[in-house]
């Protein structure tokens, strides 16, 4: 079988799908498995539109802590490794086409050609007039102050949790929740790119979470080949496994540690 290597630079487009473990290197915790709670809560339970009708306050709580989580976390060497890789390529094969997918919701990649499957935490909706818009506002608004150390339940009215500075409507974060749907627009960018992928490189998720599962299939049933890094081998369906944490495994196979010991940010 062609080695790793002979793949990569054999491929001119490749699609890096990135997932929680990416992002635990940096501190971020994944709610999945272990450590699956924030306070006594079951993380998941907390990312729906049900939760979040039922109780705005717990939910936002939930969230600013999250938000407040990511402020103070950097990316590290798994991240620097695939904006060093994109630039690389520009650099020295501009026809080739390199683009990351994420599922994570935090602001840590540095690529330029990147697609959020999940959302932005820091992006805020209107329930009333559906606006988007960024905000690192820390904290979020005055009332979610301090929040983020407690372990029980602010109950914060609702008049004083975020809201629209245009129609003064709720706000919710920008994130897609458990039951909602991914943004059709992201859906057929997806789809298009996985079947002209000739390389998928699966970094940081198990795949458990669809359409993630899927997309390996795709690529392999269009004739790319597949390569995953995680900490555990759980993607059957990879050519190449890389065991291990990603920023130690990323700098070296995609051969970019030179450019990230340079501090070449």
């Given amino acids: 079988s062609q080695s790793f290597k002979t793949v990569l630079s054999n491929s001119t487009k490749i699609i890096a799908l990135t997932g929680a473990g990416l992002s635990a290197e940096s501190g971020i915790p994944t709610f999945r498995g272990e450590g699956g709670y924030w306070r006594t809560f079951d993380a998941m339970s ?3 539109p049900e939760a979040f009708n039922e109780n705005p306050s717990r939910v936002w709580e939930f969230y600013h802590y999250r938000r407040e989580r990511v402020l103070q976390c950097k990316p590290n060497s798994g991240h620097w490794a695939l904006h060093h890789f994109e630039k690389k390529l520009k650099r020295e094969h501009p026809d080739k086409k390199f683009t990351v997918i994420t599922q994570n919701i935090d602001n840590l990649s540095r690529n330029e050609n990147f ?3 999940h959302g932005n935490l820091f992006e805020t909706r209107c329930l009333k ?3 988007i818009e960024e905000n690192l506002q820390s904290p979020i608004c005055p009332a979610l102050r301090g ?3 407690k372990d029980f339940d602010s109950n914060i009215p609702v008049e004083q949790l975020p809201h629209c500075g245009h129609c003064g409507g709720l706000l919710r974060p920008n994130v897609v929740w458990f039951g909602e749907c991914l943004d059709s627009d992201v859906v057929r960018k997806i789809d ?3 079947k ?3 390389l998928l490189l699966v970094i940081g998720t198990s795949g458990i979470v669809y359409p993630a599962a ?3 299939k795709v ?3 269009h004739g790319g080949k597949v390569a995953l890094f995680n900490i555990e081998a759980t993607d059957s369906n990879a050519d190449f496994t890389f065991i291990g944490p990603s920023g130690t495994t990323l700098p070296s196979v995609l051969e970019v540690e030179d450019l990230i010991q340079q501090g070449n940010h």
Avoid: H, P
């Fill in 214 to 216: 899927a997309y390996s």
């Fill in 129 to 131: 007039c559906q606006k």
């Fill in 196 to 198: 002209e992928c000739e």
């Fill in 115 to 117: 697609i959020r499957m």
């Fill in 147 to 149: 929040t983020e150390s």
């Fill in 219 to 221: 690529v392999a049933r």
């Fill in 46 to 48: 907390l990312a729906t």
């Fill in 192 to 194: 298009s790119l996985l």
